[in-house]
């Protein structure tokens, strides 16, 4: 029987192992789990325990025996290197497979962590999937963080190899990537034994005798590795993501709810079929790249399409309709504020005139709001669905979409539309009570959370209690705020956490507050992201110092973004920072980000109940308006 979207919705919260052990009837394993779901010794949810499969062979070798060797697997354009390249299923396998080999002759074992360090190209997912097929764990660092923030995740996973590349190109400035590396693992207390490099023509690297080997050496001198089963709880891979400390969080992914939970999304959702081309803009180092250039659409059958480039000047705005042009796109996916880049150079679209983008059937937005001036400006200048969906790292999967395989719904602008199945969304007060249809609270699942979604924080039980299960005994805390509306529409507003989205990159204003609070003028301060045109929010410091402290507003300034950049990265965005007298605070000490927010929109907003000094507000108008801070920032 086909059933809409409320039928499905319904039978995966009643009947969510009846439902999932169809899904997972849609993968092939090795040995197919008879135990759907249940708990592990913390209490915490697993899914298809017993279950054995590979992951690299669902994504490559599964294909090839049913007979699609030959498609394109893979499509890498990088207009930053003037090259293209593609790779049937065939193809790639035999990299992948020979590059497990090169991990394998490296003692790269079931369960051994690797951490990869890489720009968008082919050898980046070689290398994950590389680690999928010995069952050894990659987790993959973006390539804008610094080499702190390698450090940190380098002690955490504990890797016993890091593969990386001699550089990475953004626009035209080639990065070089091995002095990064070298300083984390100079830092670091875990640091790997080995590292695997690929020589880039754009820049070579030094290499470290004994410890530094070169990808090219060991690849033409490696034989092909087997894909190794492992259970379907055991972790494919762990993803770093900011939390609300210094420390990110390790979000785990096991093996075999991932590869049900993605399998099922690609039809449900994305409405894909094997054959297609399936473009998701986005970068390996995040979650979306992991799930939507990676895994989901390989599982699938599809061809994923590796970009290393940018939505604009990369050489214009017209870049994102050269791609689906020339590769004959079906489904795009990216984030809205890429969207903003375009339409910020090419306001009308007049170069998607320049290409017959005909093959687009999708085009999907996450890792942000998708606000409405963007989505409008989209359906203008497209004649199809506009899809918003809202997920997260830790779910590894769209939590909320319309759901265009199953049964499309009318838009509502600003929802990503209904709870994907598998996924029991609430609304819920900081007391605990539901709310009403319409009011506004704490976004959270009802457990347990679908496949895929983690069963834990790495080596971190705890954390992972505390973070999102120990709020609302029986809930999933999201970190979300938002609302469901009479018609059952979710709208999500934003984080109500110390998280905060800057160009769709999730960064901790925790961290950046830990930071500038080590600097040796500083008394206190406030990290808050400010709302931005193209960047969804920017994060700006808001510092008081301490007395007698004689420093100028411009000196502090540099330092504190030479501080942030140094420690975690040119990707935090980190440009602005003031000097307040104080910051605005309730009467029992809490500082009033959300109102310093406001004020940086140009709302006239009353000063709350609580505040224990109303005066403060206007000062820190006063400064912002001094220093150019959100919309009081000149007009370019
Ligand atoms: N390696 C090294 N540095 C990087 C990097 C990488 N992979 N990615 C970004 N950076 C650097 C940039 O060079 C820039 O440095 P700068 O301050 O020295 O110029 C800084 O980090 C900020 O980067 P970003 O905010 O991305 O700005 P941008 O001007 O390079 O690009 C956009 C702006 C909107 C085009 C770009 O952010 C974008 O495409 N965003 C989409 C994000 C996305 O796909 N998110 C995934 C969720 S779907
Ligand atoms: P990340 O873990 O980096 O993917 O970031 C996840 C966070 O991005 C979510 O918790 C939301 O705050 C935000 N987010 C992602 N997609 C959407 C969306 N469609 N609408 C609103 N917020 C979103």
Redesign the pocket.
């Known amino acids: 029987m086909i059933m809409g979207y409320k039928e499905e919705f319904q039978e995966s919260i009643e009947k969510p192992e009846y439902f999932w052990r169809k899904q997972a009837e849609l993968i092939k394993w090795y040995e197919f789990p008879n135990n759907i779901l249940s708990e592990d010794e913390n209490g915490f949810y697993r899914w298809f325990k017993g279950g054995k499969l590979n992951t690299s062979y669902l994504l490559l070798d599964y294909h090839i025996e049913c007979g699609r060797g030959d498609q394109t697997a893979l499509i890498y354009d990088s207009p930053v290197t003037n090259s293209q390249s593609k790779f049937s299923f065939k193809e790639l396998l035999e990299k992948v497979a020979n590059f497990a080999g090169v991990l394998r002759d490296n003692g790269i074992e079931k369960g051994d962590r690797a951490i990869i360090y890489m ?1 968008m190209i082919p050898e980046a997912l070689v290398a994950m999937l590389a680690c999928a097929r010995l069952g050894a764990i990659h987790s993959v660092v ?3 963080f610094a080499p702190k923030e390698l450090a940190i995740r380098i002690d955490d996973a504990k890797p016993k190899i890091l593969l990386t590349a001699s550089c ?1 190109i ?1 626009f035209s ?1 080639v ?1 070089e990537y091995k002095p990064l590396v070298d300083e984390a693992i100079r830092i670091s207390q875990h640091p790997p034994q080995t590292v695997i490099l690929l020589q880039r023509l754009q820049s070579k690297a030094s290499m470290k005798t004994g410890r530094d080997l070169d990808w090219n050496e060991l690849s033409n001198r490696s034989s092909p590795a087997s894909p190794v089963p492992v259970d379907a709880t055991d972790p494919l891979y762990i993803l770093y993501t900011s939390g609300t400390t210094g420390l990110p969080k390790g979000v785990v992914r096991d093996n075999g709810g991932h590869a049900v939970a993605l399998k099922y999304s690609m039809k449900a959702i994305f409405n894909s079929e094997p054959g297609d081309v399936y473009w998701a ?3 390996v ?2 979650v ?1 790249g992991h799930s939507y250039i990676v895994y989901a659409p390989l599982i699938h059958g599809c061809t994923t399409v590796l970009y290393e480039g ?3 000047k990369t050489p214009d705005a017209g870049s994102f309709w050269r791609i689906i042009s020339e590769h004959q796109v079906n489904t795009f996916f ?2 809205p ?2 969207f903003r ?1 375009v339409k910020k150079e090419d306001p009308t679209a007049k170069l998607k005139d320049k290409y017959d983008i005909s093959c687009l059937r999708y085009l999907f937005l ?2 942000e709001r998708l606000d409405p001036p963007t989505y409008e400006w989209l359906k203008e200048i497209l004649e199809i669905p506009v899809i918003d969906h809202w997920w997260q790292t830790e779910s590894g999967w769209p939590m909320c979409s319309n759901m265009m395989g199953l049964e499309p719904y009318p838009v509502k602008i600003g929802s990503p539309t209904f709870p994907v199945p598998g996924y029991n969304v609430k609304i819920l007060d900081d007391e605990g009570e539901s709310c009403q249809p319409g009011e506004t609270g704490n976004i959270v699942v009802k457990l347990p959370l679908p496949p895929s979604c983690l069963p834990t924080l790495w080596n971190d039980d705890k954390r992972f209690r505390d973070s999102y299960l120990s709020k609302y005994p029986g809930y999933y805390l999201t970190g979300d705020g938002g609302l469901i509306d009479n018609d059952g529409y979710v709208y999500v507003m934003g984080r109500v956490d110390d998280v905060i989205n ?4 999730r960064l901790s204003t925790g961290q950046m507050e830990e930071l500038i609070a080590s600097h040796p003028a500083v008394a206190e301060c406030a990290v808050v992201g400010i709302d931005d045109e ?2 969804g929010q920017i994060p700006v410091g808001f510092a008081v110092l301490k007395d007698g402290i004689n420093i100028s507003q411009d000196q502090l300034e540099q330092e504190m973004v030479t501080i942030i950049r140094k420690e975690i990265g ?2 935090a ?1 980190f440009k602005q920072s003031v000097i307040v007298s104080r910051l605005p605070k309730t009467r029992s000490g809490k500082i009033l980000r959300k109102t310093i927010r406001q004020l940086a929109k140009g709302e006239d907003v009353p000063a709350p109940p609580t505040i224990d000094d109303p005066a403060i507000l206007k000062e820190i108008c006063q400064v912002m308006e001094s220093c150019g801070v959100g919309s009081f920032a000149p007009k370019s």
């Open positions: 720009p973006f390539g804008g990475g953004e400035n990065i803009g986005s970068d180092g995040w979306v940018k939505p604009v990216t984030a504020t890429a880049a996450a890792g800057v160009a769709g990159h193209l960047r040119a990707v965005y």
